[in-house]
Nanobody
Framework: QVQLVESGGGFVQAGGSLRLSCAASRRIFSISVMGWYRQAPGKQRELVACIRSGGNTNYADSVKGRFTISRDNAKNTPYLQMNSLKSEDTAVYYC??????????WGQGTQVTVSS
């Protein structure tokens, strides 16, 4: 079983930046998609950004132009650079890795709090 651990969350003022990282307990093979999700209190978990094996990326409309997803090709894990943070970005952020052969891995989440 693969464990994912997020880091880089914290408390930041509006307009600030954070960079989230995701570490895996072992290398994951046959990755189809890596992504970041978030869940705010009282809301459903939503996709923030994802990057496919071919390099294509997708972003939620609310973060386009502010967030950038990238990946560590050696470790097969994603990063999320978050700039111009807003109070509405406050949530728990989760790393997700989907494989082409079935397993779908999730981290435990890292809290991001943006003060206005």
């Amino acid at each position: 079983q693969v464990q994912l651990v997020e880091s880089g969350g914290g408390f930041v003022q509006a307009g600030g930046s954070l960079r989230l990282s995701c570490a895996a307990s072992r290398r994951i093979f046959s990755i189809s998609v890596m992504g970041w999700y978030r869940q705010a209190p009282g809301k459903q978990r939503e996709l923030v950004a994802c990057i496919r094996s071919g390099g294509n990326t997708n972003y939620a409309d609310s973060v386009k132009g502010r967030f950038t997803i990238s990946r560590d090709n050696a470790k097969n894990t994603p990063y999320l650079q978050m700039n111009s943070l807003k109070s509405e970005d406050t949530a728990v952020y989760y790393c997700n890795v989907k494989t082409s052969y079935g397993p779908d891995y999730w981290g435990q989440g890292t809290q991001v709090t943006v003060s206005s």
